[in-house]
């Protein structure tokens, strides 16, 4: 089962990536557990994820295909 | 030359969608615009050049030559001088026909509700998280649509908040997307990694033309959405938001509580930095040996020459952190004292055993003092 993920800001610094298909990954808890074990400084970073342009807050099931996004804050004006 | 308002605005009354009526709305519309920057610019010159009837426009900070690559309402004669007011002065000999407000001073949790009050519209052109989320609050308490914009590297973010688009009644706001400030180490704003100048021109000019949508109650603003921009990877990307249980928590749900909270705190809530007073500092720079860091950019205001010091911005300190003598204390100074207590919390987290220090208040206080 392969999802998309697209990560912003200083997501995509951490990563090194801004678009990437993963796959074994059923539910967003698992996502985030997978990143930050690949990623440590992400676990310092807070950002909101969105299942197919949807944010979520609480733990939501992912579904072949859906793509995950993942949105830092930004404050620069 | 015709200066008629009529032929003036001509071109966009021409559009069906706004028309007399549009433009008469425009005209009655009242726009605060909050941080005459990047994003501050390109809305000011729009949202004067469409003729919003008053514009107030809030800053408290002066011009720099480093604001001048993205802040474009600015030029060389304007260094040093207050924002809001040159600000205005542009926007002014742009339109005559409108009224402009400007409050040369910092928006606090003290002063907000009073100048937002008198507005429809406000526009966050803000540079930190304590200022956002104050903006926020205050917003959802006097229920004023806030259109939100925020710049990093090559990307940007636009959305509206406390704004239904009378689909569903929900209004959501910043606190349902982020609903805790970033820890203090993760939290980067422009100064300390930079921006491509057209950046806070593209997001600024967005918040502009939603600003006229809801003014004119044209198309579909972008309430209860986030839309994210890359320019590197031309992708615009839009985020739906939910309202936000987690969100209620810390949000100061009236007058009072919003003037009871401490937005400096919550922005910085994990912070454990020690502050030094401009006294303490002179004193012990006079008496002893001490390293004095400077974290600003290259080629900030004000100049210091009155003592020695190291010169490493904070984007890059983690990388220097090796070089630097662990057996004196340390004092770290910036602009105004918020990217110092961040470089002193990264120094103590690599230099356990030293004593590390953050001027209270920054370089602009002890200017002022001496």
């Known amino acids: 089962m392969e999802i998309n993920l697209l990560a912003f800001g200083q997501i995509a610094e951490i990563t090194g990536k801004s678009a990437w298909k993963i796959s074994g990954i059923k539910d967003t808890n698992a996502l985030i557990q997978d990143l930050e074990k690949q990623f440590p400084h992400l676990v310092k970073t807070n950002y909101s994820i969105a299942v197919n342009k949807k944010v979520i807050q609480e733990n939501t099931a992912i579904n072949e295909n859906d793509t995950i996004a993942l949105l830092p804050p930004f404050s620069g004006g | ?370």
Not at chain 2, 207 to 235: F, H, M
Request: with cysteine; aromatic share 8%.
């Open chain 2, 1 to 370: 030359m015709n200066s008629k308002p009529n032929n003036r605005y001509q071109r966009q009354i021409q559009l069906k969608e706004i028309g007399q009526e549009g433009q008469d709305k425009i005209t009655q519309a009242k726009v605060l615009i909050i941080g005459a920057g990047g994003l501050g610019c390109p809305a000011l010159q729009y949202l004067a050049a469409a003729g919003v009837g008053t514009i107030g426009i809030v800053d408290f900070d002066v011009v720099e030559l480093s604001n001048l690559q993205r802040q474009i309402l600015y030029n060389l004669d304007d260094i040093g001088k207050p924002k809001a007011t040159t600000a205005a002065g542009k926007i002014k000999a742009l339109n005559h026909d409108i009224k402009i407000e400007t409050y040369n001073f910092q928006i606090t949790n003290k002063n907000a509700l009073e100048i937002l009050e008198n507005y429809d519209l406000i526009i966050d052109g803000t540079d930190n998280f304590a200022t956002r989320y104050l903006v926020n609050d205050a917003c959802v308490i006097l229920d004023k649509p806030l259109i939100y914009g925020a710049v990093l590297r090559f990307e940007g973010q636009i959305g509206v908040f406390n704004y239904s688009n009378f689909e569903t009644n929900i209004k959501t706001n910043y606190r349902d997307l982020f609903p805790k400030p970033p820890d203090s180490n993760s939290a980067i704003s422009c100064n300390d990694v930079g921006v491509l100048g057209v950046i806070p021109g593209i997001i600024g000019t967005m918040q502009a033309t939603e600003a006229l949508k809801i003014i004119c109650g044209i198309g579909k603003p972008l309430a209860n959405k986030i839309l994210s921009y890359n320019a590197l990877e031309n992708i615009f990307y839009d985020f739906e938001i939910a309202g936000n249980e987690n969100s209620n928590s810390d949000f100061p749900k009236n007058k009072a509580e919003f003037l009871a909270f401490n937005y400096e705190w919550f922005c910085n809530a994990n912070f454990d930095v020690e502050t030094i007073s401009i006294e303490e500092f002179d004193t012990i720079r006079k008496q002893e040996t001490i390293t004095i860091i400077d974290v600003r950019e290259i080629g900030e205001l004000p100049v210091v020459d009155e003592f020695s010091f190291l010169h490493i911005p904070l984007s890059e300190l983690e990388d220097k952190i090796s070089t630097l003598s662990t057996e004196n204390k340390i004092v770290v100074y910036c602009k105004s004292g918020q990217r110092s207590a961040k470089a002193v919390q990264l120094l103590k987290e690599k230099l356990p055993n030293s004593q590390i220090f953050s001027l209270d208040g920054g370089v602009e206080a002890w200017k002022n003092n001496n």
